[in-house]
């Protein structure tokens, strides 16, 4: 199966201080209007071949909190082959490169699969393996008069072929949410509305071609079309991941830091172990471990259907078989890591994975007892010679 991922929504955050709009570069800002809420608001643009296109907002200083501002990237950027070249360019040329930090970040995968078809003939083993506290919703994009239709099923006027097209156009208008009980879903869904930013993440299935009917986006298929990889006069599917920093990358821990020794960090369990008077030589401190995104690896593949595999709310494998596509991959760095753990995230959830897992473990336990065995033979039957004896301890 061929699939395309890439992102189709970022946001960055940066402390407003390190931001210069005077700063010579490539890139075009001009101050507009505020944005409501904040104190400054800035439009990006860049030339390139002697043609000007719009980048996105720059917006500075959240009213009450002026040391947060962000930069909202344009939809259409994320569908230009040199977008993380612009990204980088960026970055450097406003000192944001060590600074930015991801605050909200969409990652879609797109496919001439049928994923709704998919979705629904597992939809009992995607359910059984969604995360705690999350729940599967679905609605219709357009009206569709299909009441007399299922009517005819029902009173078997329709054959077994005209039912089976029925349904099937009937799930292809359909978008399939997967999203915390917390948020709202009619706000999720509705395009009307100005939705608020979702309390968790979010998971969305839907045929992107008949998206693409309602909005003006004619550049999506452009850029697939030079791609040369998803076939546009086909039905495309889209499977969807919603993050945001607030609800999955913020980590934030509570420790016992020792007053003499920033580095000699303990936790409640360790901490409740001491005697009172050592107790008194640490202090209870929030300390941030939240999980970093690098920025610099927006369009490798590996490294964004390994995030993508991370976050995911639910066993989707059934869909879009990701531990396939990353088992291809042999280059272990661009795998996505929580560089906080320094180590290789592994799909959230995974029934098959716990498995594998233990195997291996199993496997290796298994070769190391082998080569201990073989080796212990060996010093043995060297024991057998006295002059060997001598050689094993470097005895004289």
């Not at 209007?33 to 719009?54: A, H, L, V």
């Not at 280059?331 to 560089?339: E, G, L, P, T, W």
């Amino acid at each position: 199966m061929t699939t395309i991922i890439h992102l189709d929504l970022l946001q960055l955050s940066f402390d407003t201080n390190s931001f210069d709009e005077n700063n010579i570069s490539n890139f075009i800002i001009e101050q507009i209007k505020p944005s409501k809420g904040y104190n400054k608001t800035y439009t990006i643009n860049r030339y390139d071949n002697n043609s000007k296109f719009f980048i996105g907002f720059i917006n500075i200083g959240l009213l009450q909190y002026t040391n947060y501002s962000y930069v909202h990237f344009d939809n259409k950027i994320f569908y230009r082959n040199d977008f993380q070249n612009i990204l980088n360019d960026f970055l450097h040329s406003y000192n944001l490169k060590k600074n930015a930090k991801v605050r909200k970040i969409d990652i879609c995968i797109n496919t001439n699969k049928n994923l709704l078809i998919s979705f629904t003939k597992n939809i009992e083993s995607i359910e059984s393996s969604i995360i705690k506290d999350y729940i599967i919703d679905s609605y219709k994009r357009e009206y569709v008069n299909i009441n007399k239709g299922f009517v005819n099923i029902m009173n078997c006027k329709l054959n077994k072929k005209k039912s089976s097209d029925l349904i099937k156009n009937v799930i292809d208008i359909t978008t399939i949410y997967l999203h915390s009980k917390k948020d709202s879903f009619k706000n999720l869904c509705n395009k009307d509305i100005d939705s608020k930013q979702p309390r968790k993440r979010f998971m969305r299935i839907e045929n992107k071609s008949n998206v693409l009917k309602e909005i003006n986006k004619p550049y999506i298929l452009e850029y697939y079309k030079s791609l040369s990889v998803l076939n546009i006069n086909k039905p495309i599917y889209r499977i969807e991941l919603g993050l945001t920093f607030e609800n999955s990358l913020k980590k934030t821990t509570s420790k016992w830091i020792s007053k003499n020794n920033d580095s000699d960090i303990l936790t409640d369990n360790k901490y409740n172990r001491l005697p009172e008077y050592s107790k008194k030589e640490y202090t209870k401190q929030n300390i941030d471990n939240s999980i970093i995104i690098d920025l610099s690896r927006l369009t490798d593949e590996v490294y964004l259907y390994s995030l993508f595999n991370y976050f995911k709310i639910a066993d989707t494998n059934c869909l879009i078989d990701i531990d396939k596509i990353l088992l291809k991959n042999s280059d272990d760095a661009r795998i996505f890591r929580r560089k906080s753990q320094n180590a290789i995230i592994k799909p959230i959830i995974s029934k098959s994975n716990k498995i594998i897992d233990n195997t291996f473990c199993t496997i290796i336990e298994n070769e190391n007892n082998k080569r201990l065995k073989s080796y212990y033979q060996q010093q043995l039957s060297k024991l057998e010679n006295e002059n060997d004896f001598k050689d094993i301890f470097n005895l004289e």
